[in-house]
């Protein structure tokens, strides 16, 4: 960050800025930080709340901060470290777009709280929604409450409305401390012994309650009944779109958001007929983003993005220029279209006669994009044939299925074991059905020393990691176009040559996930224990099975989900009855079985107590079964609707099954991929991922093994 400047921080503070007590660059911190609270006296709330997350008890010159350890710790009960997605934008913003805004009359009307005060602004997929609104939170006035949240920083699985009510409440209370004791207090200390700890496990009554008592608190200068300084600000809210229910608490929703206060409301999402009825009850007026607005910032993007490559790759002016005037004119405003494929140029060097067919043939939408992107791999025109290129299909296929259809984001150890039990299982295998994983197989495992490497290899931009080293989708347009039927998508895009390969919404995802976790959780380590000393906490026994089997993570925290989500419903009712011997039983009701599924049993739930109920004491008399299922089911996941990409102006009609195929597009043919590197197999159960030390490339610019700017890993 330059000297002078000041950017706000687009998600919670806490956890993400960790300095240790004896760090030399904490007291340089602290000193910026201070001189920003007393320059910009109007953050000083703000700026204090910040230093204290650093680490309270290392700070001591504290007194004046205004928040205390039980105010942070009643508003951590909010649960937003357990909504909070690490994901950062998998492409930088480039400097000095989206002003554009900041000339049009309507935005002018909206930012000096002249009619209207609520705006709603759509645009297609990737046309840059999410930058903009960030800009726009940089231009409001500061001296009020602003709330802003972006579905973008809420983690897979808590996409949903009420999810969004809790962020705009810890954003609102974030700078409003004294509204804390005042209303969060008392009411979380009545409803928090029915209704679960965190206020985002409650039911959405509830939590639609604590929203009303808050909003009511307000002062008039801060969005109160007469205000009209409050503003809040959602990214992303098509999000939460996922079936009747959530449309339902969707409606709800914009009922807090609009009603019982004067916050001037801004509104960024894709465009959805399910929207239309709420953008007209709440009086939101409407305004859609073309391709007028966003074609100097694309270009401006795609300049950026042609000089490094062409640094990179040694391309001279004439290349460069080439790069510019191919992306940038055929891009039609879609910004995630044109650094889609400006990644895919940045992978490796091409001779001129390859860049030029691969520039001339640019697939037209953002679906053909990925389709292409999937087709480098494993396929004839990889150069890739026999069992080369078969492993890497299959390894590509391993990452998709999970980055797809996973509920928690997946860290490096849990997504190398699920890729390795799927490999054991092979329940993705036509006419396969997924075997019960063993100890055997547990024991066999492959191992990698670098799957980011191999991921960003196979899946190209398709795949991303967050802070955290968790892997996602670049784009959640990513995740909708891998869950959606090849045959749905080929209405519409009829040369899709590559989606099919890597589908599995056919084979019952979900159910294929229910039984690789009960199958891993009732494993014999888990039912004979070895760290049972009465010594040893609870605390110390669940990290050590995390550590030395990684993926019980994942399995203890989303094994019920995906059993919701599949045609293996669980009841959690009190009275609930499982069938004799069946997993559910051995798992849920193990005491009429025997000892061996008690201790798995108890196992898993220690395990799923630790990280859903952080620093609680487990029960010593067990876990209800009412408290796996408090709060409200999961939404289906949200399918590919055609009409939204407006790169095509007109919806063909389904092709007749008699209709004679589409000639296939003009491939680009590149440069093989290397296969994943040689893997050992162990005996023992895998051991703990090493930790890898920080160190910059040699070359200290670009990472071919990883594909980013200053990576940690040296490619050499």
Not at 55 to 62: D, E, P, Q, V
Not at 611 to 640: H, M, N, T
């Amino acid at each position: 960050m330059l000297k002078g400047e000041v950017k706000r921080l687009y998600r919670a503070h806490f956890e993400i800025c960790k300095l240790a007590e004896g760090d030399q660059d904490l007291a340089h911190v602290w000193n910026v930080i201070e001189q920003m609270g007393i320059q910009l006296p109007e953050t000083r709330s703000k700026t204090q709340l910040l230093l204290l997350s650093f680490n309270a008890g290392t700070l001591t010159n504290f007194s004046n901060a205004g928040f205390d350890t039980l105010d942070l710790k009643t508003l951590e009960g909010l649960g937003i470290a357990k909504i909070r997605s690490t994901q950062q934008q998998p492409f930088k913003h480039t400097a000095g777009t989206c002003h554009w805004i900041e000339t049009r009359q309507f935005f002018k009307d909206w930012l000096t709280n002249s009619d209207p005060k609520r705006l709603w602004i759509s645009g297609s997929i990737g046309s840059g929604k999410t930058y903009l609104a960030r800009h726009v939170v940089d231009l409001v006035d500061s001296g009020g409450t602003l709330a802003y949240c972006s579905l973008v920083d809420i983690t897979t699985g808590y996409k949903t409305p009420k999810s969004v009510l809790v962020w705009l409440m810890y954003e609102i209370l974030s700078t409003r401390r004294e509204l804390i004791a005042r209303c969060l207090t008392a009411f979380y200390q009545r409803e928090s012994g029915s209704q679960g700890d965190n206020v985002c496990d409650w039911p959405f009554l509830s939590v639609k309650r604590l929203w009303e008592t808050l909003v009511g608190a307000l002062k008039p200068t801060d969005g109160g009944a007469s205000g009209q300084r409050g503003t809040i600000v959602l990214d992303g809210i098509d999000q939460c779109l996922g079936g009747p229910d959530e449309l339902k608490r969707l409606r709800e929703l914009f009922v807090c958001i609009t009603e019982g206060h004067a916050f001037r409301v801004l509104i960024f999402s894709r465009p959805s007929s399910d929207l239309v009825e709420i953008q007209q009850q709440r009086g939101f007026q409407m305004y859609s983003l073309n391709e007028k607005d966003t074609k100097e910032d694309v270009s401006a993007t795609v300049r950026e993005g042609a000089y490094w490559i062409a640094r990179l790759h040694s391309y001279g002016r004439e290349v460069q220029e080439k790069i510019v005037e191919n992306v940038g004119g055929k891009a039609k405003g879609m910004y995630l279209w044109a650094t889609m494929v400006l990644e895919e140029l940045k992978r490796q060097p091409l001779p001129p006669s390859q860049l030029d067919e691969f520039l001339n043939n640019l697939p037209p939408t953002i679906i053909e994009l990925y389709d292409l992107i999937l087709g480098r791999v494993g396929t004839p025109n990889t150069g890739i044939s026999g069992a080369a290129a078969s492993g890497v299909t299959s390894f590509v296929r391993h990452v998709l299925f999970w980055i797809a259809y996973q509920l928690h984001e997946m860290n490096e150890e849990e997504m190398w074991t699920g890729i390795s039990l799927l490999e054991a299982a092979e329940p993705l295998l036509p006419q396969s059905g997924a075997r019960r994983i063993t100890e055997a197989d547990v024991r066999a495992m492959p191992h990698t020393t670098n799957l980011k490497r191999e991921i960003s290899r196979g899946c190209g931009a398709l795949v991303t990691w967050t802070e955290n080293d968790t892997f996602v989708v670049a784009h959640p347009s990513v995740r909708e176009f891998l869950v959606t039927p090849t045959e749905t998508l080929r209405r519409r895009y009829p040369r899709l040559r590559h989606h099919q390969t890597y589908y599995c919404g056919g084979l019952q995802p979900d159910n294929i996930i229910r039984q690789l976790c009960t199958s891993y959780l009732l494993l014999r380590y888990f039912s004979e224990p070895k760290d049972e000393e009465p010594s040893v906490s609870w605390v110390a026994r669940v990290q050590r099975r995390v550590e030395e089997y990684p993926f019980s993570r994942y399995t203890a925290r989303s094994w019920l989900k995906h059993a919701n989500m599949s045609d293996h419903q669980v009841n959690l009712s009190g009275n609930a009855e499982f069938t004799a011997g069946s997993d559910q039983q051995r798992l849920l009701a193990p005491e009429d079985i025997a000892s061996r599924d008690l201790n798995c049993s108890r196992s898993w739930m220690e395990i799923w107590w630790y990280y859903e109920k952080p620093g609680q004491e487990f029960p010593a008399d067990g876990i209800s079964l009412e408290s796996f299922g408090s709060g409200e089911s999961l939404p289906p996941r949200v399918q590919w609707v055609t009409s939204d990409d407006a790169r095509d102006q007109t919806t063909p009609s389904p092709l007749p099954r008699t209709a004679r195929a589409a000639p296939p597009l003009r491939t680009f043919r590149a440069p093989a991929p290397a296969p994943p590197p040689q893997m050992r197999r162990i005996r023992d159960p895998p051991p703990r991922l090493r930790e890898r030390s920080p160190s910059p490339c040699c070359c200290r610019r670009f990472c071919c093994s990883c594909y980013r700017w200053f990576c940690r890993y040296c490619c050499c």
